[in-house]
């Protein structure tokens, strides 16, 4: 069998299952079992698969039939241009989160500047504006261990250097003054967790998800301590639900903050809450 036939197939017995843009998960996870990158594959769909990749193939279908996410069966995915690690240890990236990063290195920032990445998961964030912003020092916090440890793995993947993870509950434990807090926390609410599709509430861990009754529990609790870590004049970036545009807004005090707003992306949904700290 061809590759080319193999990728047929196998779009074809994704679709049956109910799945939708068969063809091009079919090519992902022939791109996986061939070792190749996607763009690859069309220098080789005359190819022969070879009996044991074919069947490796039909077995990364048969996960996929089964509910296991596309990122978790080939373990990377791409984010803002680069390709992470991914695994059942931290949130799959999303590009709805590329706009934190879009927005906060095309703000006006000091140079050299500290930021943290309150409740990095897999360093996502943080190691990607480690990277865009060089003379930065990116901190990541998390409670969970097991995401600290994938993005400790992604840092080293990507030559990140300028980018450490420290394990805390938002920024409880640091001590430093932040040019910028970024965050991309749970902001779903509880009722609403068994309602989300199989593969984000079997497979993506519900300390990532869960964001109280409100869905805004971890986000008060962000903006309420950050006067005090924000340098004057500070940027606050954070990622919050779609039904949130009127309540995040709410909780940023005039007192202390200044230039306060919402984002939507191109689809019109709103994404995200911005403001500087007087």
């Given at each position: ?28 996870l ?22 044991k ?53 095309s ?22 504006l480690a ?6 020092r ?78 805004t ?62």
């Amino acid at each position: 069998m061809t590759l080319a036939e193999a990728i047929k197939e196998a779009s074809a017995i994704l679709k049956a299952a109910g799945f939708d843009n068969t063809l091009w998960q079919a090519r992902i996870l022939a791109a996986h079992a061939k070792g190749r990158s996607p763009g690859q594959l069309h220098l080789l769909n005359d190819l022969s698969f070879g009996d044991k990749r074919l069947e490796s193939f039909f077995e990364l279908v048969r996960k996929r039939i089964s509910g296991v996410p596309l990122q978790h069966i080939i373990g990377e995915w791409d984010f803002y241009g680069r390709t992470f690690k991914v695994d059942e240890r931290a949130l799959i990236p999303r590009p709805e989160t590329e706009l934190l990063v879009e927005f906060i290195t095309s703000a006006a920032l000091p140079p050299g500047p500290l930021i943290v990445d309150a409740g990095t998961g897999s360093g996502i964030i943080g190691i990607s504006l480690a990277l865009e912003i060089p003379d930065s020092r990116v901190i990541g916090t998390d409670i969970s261990p097991a995401a600290l440890e994938l993005a400790h793995e992604n840092k080293l993947l990507l030559n990140a250097d300028n980018y450490s993870a420290v394990n805390c509950n938002l920024m409880e434990t640091l001590n430093e003054q932040f040019d910028v807090i970024a965050a991309n926390l749970p902001y779903i609410s509880s009722k609403e967790i068994s309602t989300l599709h199989s593969e984000v509430k079997d497979y993506d861990p519900l300390l990532a998800l869960d964001g109280g009754t409100s869905g805004t529990l971890l986000i008060l609790e962000l903006v309420k301590s950050a006067p005090g870590k924000l340098k004057s004049g500070g940027l606050i970036v954070l990622e919050t639900g779609y039904d949130q545009e009127d309540a995040v807004p709410s909780f940023f005090p005039e007192e202390f903050w200044t230039n306060i707003q919402t984002h939507r992306d191109l689809a019109g949904i709103h994404r995200m809450v911005t403001a500087r700290r007087r």
